[in-house]
């Protein structure tokens, strides 16, 4: 279980430009295998909220717990998922995909048996040995969501991981992510712009206000699993969306 409890952080002033309070009094649980979806406005907060979770970012009040224990830096429970792909250009698909395991000493035999077997479960057998710049911005992005399950992390934090890619890939790449958490049930937080992203992936979409970023609101996803194809034209994901919808056009008109 992830507690935030009473976060707030702080953007100090910087040639001199004011101080920025980006999150304020932040309280959020999420429970163990849930799929936690933030969504928000731009500069609200979610990416250095999910930062801070990963232990990548210090907050200046509060505590966050994991399990009950401290976060104090990045640890082997939580692996990271980033935009803008953060693979290694000069290492080929196999080496990005067991790169973490290399950095936890996993002998090299074990360690590429484990990424050959990733790399089959993303749909990119056959270019083990291809570089990032030869690769689409979705085979890219499935290579670092095998890395990231690379190192078998109880929890995984992804911030805006289909952002940069076209609509049919971003589908397709949903549709990956969510058959993995129904397979590894993992602890997911998801940082999206998409209302239509966070019902169709999300248990849970938690609403963040416009910078101060604060909790505004936590939203059950009444939609069963596994998510079905074509669940997007059930009148409750309509609803949900709409709402969600008009829950963030109050916030930004405030």
Known sequence: MIEVKHCSKIYPSRNEQP??????????VVQKQEFLCLLGPSGCGKTTLVKMIGGLVPWDKGEILINNQPVTGPGPDRSMVFQNFALLPWSDVLTNVAFGLELRGVPKKEREEKAMELIRSVNLSGFEHHYPNHLSGGM???VGLARALAVDPQ??????????????TRRTLQEDLLRFHQNTQKTVIFVTHSMEEAVRLGDRVVLLSPRPGRVQESVDVPLPR???DGIDRLPEFVELKEYLWQKLREMQQK
Request: aromatic share 4%; glycine share 4%.
């Open 226 to 228: 596994p998510r079905q």
């Open 155 to 168: 929890i995984l934090l992804m911030d805006e991981p289909f952002g940069s890619v076209d609509a049919q």
């Open 19 to 28: 101080a920025v309070v980006a999150l304020e009094n932040i309280d959020l």
């Open 140 to 142: 890219q992005q499935r």
